[in-house]
């Protein structure tokens, strides 16, 4: 006896479509984790209140070769110690020397930089200081310039967009292979719902 199940009598099953939504989910979410990985060193510190700046003079080495990353937290000048490494402004930029003596009664510091083989001419004023070093680490500094750029920046911002975007479209795509995949089994409900009402009819005119 032939087998009266058909192609079209057996419930529809989801097929495939799951790769290209899959594929878009995890480039989306590379591209934001990217992002993210890249925001950190600057990030954090900025939260917890500490201050990045990029070493680019050898004045410190070996304790901070060129091209590290200093993070400098704020703290009174009064609190500054003798050996500590202090931020402070000279002629417009930002130096990091070792304080070799802190000048209560004058409000000024006298700092040295550790390859200098003499103390700086002069002392840093109260009002020039910015903070004590915390933190340093090192070939950070170059990335730091990068990514204080404004367009590095903007390609940053356009790179987290196109994660947000592509997860946005992986479930999309999800919904719409859901939709259609219940409106086959609608269709299929409808027409074994109509199969089971003409075999009814055929029994039952068979039975008259």
């Not at 993070?71 to 009174?76: A, I, L, P, R, S």
Request: include cysteine.
């Amino acid at each position: 006896m032939a087998d009266s199940r058909t192609s079209t009598s057996r419930r529809p099953i989801k097929k495939g479509g799951i790769l290209i939504p899959a594929l878009c989910n995890v480039i989306g979410t590379l591209l934001i984790v990217l992002v993210i990985a890249t925001s950190l060193p600057l990030a954090i510190p900025s939260l917890l209140g500490y201050e990045a700046y990029n070493v680019v003079s050898g004045s410190m080495e070996p304790t901070l070769p060129v091209g590290s990353v200093i993070y400098v937290e704020d703290v009174e000048p009064e609190t500054v110690n003798k050996d500590d490494i202090i931020a402070f402004y000279s002629n417009g930029t930002v130096v990091t020397h070792r304080v070799v003596e802190n000048h209560y009664f004058y409000d000024e510091i006298t700092t040295k930089g550790d390859a200098n083989e003499k103390e700086d001419i002069n002392p840093v004023p109260y009002n020039q200081f910015i903070g004590r070093v915390k933190w340093h680490l090192p070939f950070l500094g170059n990335y730091l310039m990068i990514y204080s750029n404004p367009i590095t920046k903007i390609y940053l911002m356009v790179l987290a967009f196109c994660g947000v975007m592509f997860n946005i479209l992986a479930g999309r795509m999800r919904r719409r292979a859901e939709e259609k995949f219940r409106e086959e089994v609608e269709r299929w409900e409808r027409r074994q719902a109509a199969r089971s009402r003409a075999e009814l009819e055929k029994i039952r005119k068979q039975s008259l």
